[in-house]
């Protein structure tokens, strides 16, 4: 079975940083890609920033040029780096992670439980 534990949410400053990490756990055969999604309240989960096994990212308009995706396909950990936050980038956010855990398994995405991560003075 495979689990992802978030780690690193909370208060952050207008302006402030602060860093999510993702580490999976259990027997994955392939990892593909990573990343992160948030879901602020009242609107849909939206995509936020995507890192593939060779290192390719892409992130949300709103994010570019302050938050940076990182990944270790080693240790099956996502991380990802939030600078100049601001209050619209409060919401929950869910890393996920695309792996097949077999040989004959299927690719499939695992999701994190969400961390909340809120910006305000």
């Known amino acids: 079975q495979v689990q992802l534990v978030e780690s690193g949410g909370g208060l952050g400053q207008p302006g402030g940083s602060l860093t999510l990490s993702c580490a999976a756990s259990?027997?994955?055969?392939?990892?593909?890609?990573m990343g992160w999604y948030r879901q602020a309240p009242g609107k849909q989960r939206e995509l936020v920033a995507t890192?593939?096994?060779?290192?390719?990212?892409n992130y949300a308009d709103s994010v570019k040029g302050r938050f940076t995706v990182s990944g270790d396909n080693v240790k099956k950990t996502v991380f990802l780096q939030m600078n100049s936050l601001r209050p619209e980038d409060t919401a929950v956010y869910y890393c996920?992670?695309?792996?097949?855990?077999?040989?004959?398994?299927?690719?499939?995405?695992?999701w994190g439980q969400g961390t909340q991560v809120t910006v305000s003075s």
């Open positions: 996920y992670l695309d792996i097949r855990t077999g040989v004959v398994s299927v690719p499939r995405t695992y």
């Open positions: 259990g027997i994955i055969f392939r990892l593909y890609g």
């Open positions: 890192v593939t096994s060779d290192g390719s990212t």
